[in-house]
């Protein structure tokens, strides 16, 4: 069974999503933490009420970034985690995290990448005028939203849309393909070749 580790900073519903199909034995996978750098995330809420143990690491008292990841390593490490997903996590990881997990951390982005990376995807494609938009999840490398990608999904961008409604359409989707791409890592599918994901097919 793969050993996840989940970090979290907001609402948590992508960690949901991989929580529900944990439970309906659709995902071979067990969330062994769910770390938070922000003490009132509703995700510690969720995790807690299916008995997965929580942490609290607040970043406000590491004097860095290296410094703070060192921390989350160890916790990570001393939880067994072999896999780290980044489910709203809003913190820039550094290389301390990275090299300590190499294409072992996922990370969900609400765009299509490699458009619209960094904050505010759905509002950077709504300024752009796309007529599609989408999320992403991919293996995260040292620059932003850059790492290889995993799975795509596409919504379209409609006339009225707004930031929320768009955002709501994307979410969706990222809660289809976050849990798939665990279930790939976790049946050993995905490799990495020329930074690029090749998924094997199912045996
Ligand atoms: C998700 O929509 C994810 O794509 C986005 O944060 C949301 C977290 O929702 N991530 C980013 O914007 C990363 N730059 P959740 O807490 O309900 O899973």
């Not at 950077?124 to 850059?146: I, N, P, R």
């Not at 994307?170 to 279930?183: C, F, M, W």
């Given at each position: 069974?793969?050993?996840?580790?989940?970090?979290?900073?907001?609402?948590?519903?992508?960690?949901?999503?991989?929580?529900?199909?944990?439970?309906d034995?659709?995902?071979?996978?067990?969330?062994?933490?769910?770390?938070?750098?922000?003490?009132?995330?509703?995700?510690?809420?969720?995790?807690?009420?299916?008995?997965?143990?929580?942490?609290?690491?607040?970043?406000?008292i590491?004097?860095?970034?290296?410094?703070y990841?060192?921390?989350?390593?160890?916790?990570?490490?001393?939880?067994?985690?072999r896999?780290?997903?980044?489910?709203?996590?809003?913190?820039?990881?550094?290389?301390?995290?990275?090299?300590?997990?190499?294409?072992?951390?996922?990370?969900?982005?609400?765009?299509?990448?490699?458009?619209?990376?960094?904050?505010?995807?759905?509002?950077?494609?709504?300024?752009?005028?796309?007529?599609?938009?989408?999320?992403?999840?991919?293996?995260?490398?040292?620059?932003t939203?850059?790492?290889p990608?995993?799975?795509?999904?596409?919504?379209?961008?409609?006339?009225?849309?707004?930031?929320?409604?768009?955002?709501?359409?994307?979410?969706?989707?990222?809660?289809?393909?976050?849990?798939?791409?665990?279930?790939?890592?976790?049946?050993?599918?995905?490799?990495?070749?020329?930074?690029?994901?090749?998924?094997?097919?199912?045996?």
């Amino acid at each position: 069974l793969l050993t996840i580790g989940v970090l979290v900073s907001g609402n948590g519903s992508n960690l949901q999503a991989i929580i529900d199909r944990i439970e309906d034995g659709s995902l071979p996978a067990r969330i062994a933490c769910v770390i938070s750098n922000k003490a009132d995330a509703y995700a510690l809420d969720r995790a807690k009420c299916h008995g997965i143990t929580v942490h609290v690491l607040d970043h406000r008292i590491h004097a860095g970034r290296e410094s703070y990841d060192a921390a989350l390593v160890e916790l990570l490490r001393s939880h067994g985690v072999r896999l780290v997903v980044l489910a709203g996590f809003m913190r820039i990881v550094t290389p301390v995290l990275i090299g300590a997990f190499p294409h072992a951390i996922m990370n969900i982005h609400p765009a299509l990448l490699p458009a619209f990376p960094g904050l505010h995807a759905q509002r950077q494609a709504l300024q752009y005028g796309v007529k599609v938009s989408g999320c992403t999840v991919h293996f995260v490398d040292e620059g932003t939203d850059t790492g290889p990608i995993i799975i795509q999904a596409v919504v379209p961008v409609l006339d009225d849309d707004t930031e929320d409604t768009l955002s709501a359409r994307i979410q969706k989707e990222e809660h289809h393909i976050y849990p798939e791409a665990v279930n790939l890592f976790a049946q050993g599918r995905l490799t990495v070749d020329d930074r690029k994901v090749i998924i094997a097919p199912a045996s």
